[in-house]
């Protein structure tokens, strides 16, 4: 089986792939400080449950946007896992020709997405990763990565309002009963989901007139993956596709592609 795992700021996403498949997945904290040791005790948890055992894993592959933890995975997958892991960076067969500037300042989460992203729906295409940061990345009709734009993800956006404003509490992210509240907690639920998704139907708006005007490309497919997508697309009126797999799929994509 194929190991997939996805090193986000706040979560990492982890996947098991048979035969092209994705046959489970799970989400744990994004912790800077545990070790190898204490990751391998924390999965070896969650294959047990599954009654599994790491010896099922034959491949890795590993996307990570946290450095510190890079070289933590690499361990962990080689001391409890006897592998050593396809890690996406530079040098990495995606193909994708990434036409940023630095195309080393990319994320290696948005190229897995990119890539996942074209294979299953074609180009032009604009996925919108809600993250720790929500990204947006537009692909070409050709499956070329353009570009894309970044913002304060929802969660940190809160957090920043709750720890700025001294009389605003903390609240949790739910759709509110109206847009106009009553409350305070609903007045702020409100800004968050329905101001969130009027930035999002924003920008994608804008970038799907770009990539018409400047690419001749039109049928813009729009996707959106990410913790918080779910949250955030009923109340969109542009994204109407979730995929909440996409950069799991795209790093399968990836380990396929790089293998053969």
Not at 11 to 23: A, D, E, P, S, T
Not at 196 to 224: C, F, P, T, W
Request: with cysteine.
């Amino acid at each position: 089986m194929l190991l997939a795992i996805d090193v986000g700021n706040t979560n990492i996403v982890i996947g098991l792939y048979q035969k092209k498949k994705l046959i489970i997945h799970w989400r744990i904290e994004t912790d800077r400080e545990r070790t190898e040791d204490e990751y391998a005790a924390l999965m070896r948890g969650l294959f047990s449950i599954k009654d599994l055992k790491f010896d099922v894993v034959k491949d890795i592959i590993v996307s990570c946007v946290v450095p510190p933890l890079l070289p933590i995975i690499e361990n962990l997958s080689k001391k409890y896992f006897n592998a050593s892991p396809l890690i996406v960076g530079p040098g990495i067969k995606t193909g994708i020709p990434i036409l940023y500037d630095n195309p080393k300042e990319v994320g290696a989460d948005r190229i897995v997405n990119a890539v996942a992203g074209y294979e299953r729906y074609g180009g032009p295409l604009i996925i919108v990763d809600f993250g720790t940061a929500t990204t947006f990345d537009a692909v070409s009709k050709g499956g070329e990565y353009l570009g894309g734009v970044i913002t304060p993800g929802i969660g940190i956006s809160m957090e920043a309002l709750f720890e700025r404003a001294a009389k605003l509490p903390k609240v949790e992210l739910i759709k509110p009963p109206a847009v106009i509240g009553r409350n305070t907690i609903s007045s702020m639920q409100s800004g968050a989901i329905y101001g969130y998704a009027g930035l999002v139907d924003r920008i994608v708006e804008e970038m799907r007139k770009e990539l018409e005007s400047v690419r001749q490309a039109h049928d813009v497919n729009v996707v959106a993956t990410g913790g918080l997508a779910e949250l955030i697309i009923p109340e969109s009126l542009t994204i109407k596709e979730v995929n909440p797999f996409l950069t799991l799929d795209g790093l399968m994509i990836i380990f396929e592609k790089n293998k053969r």
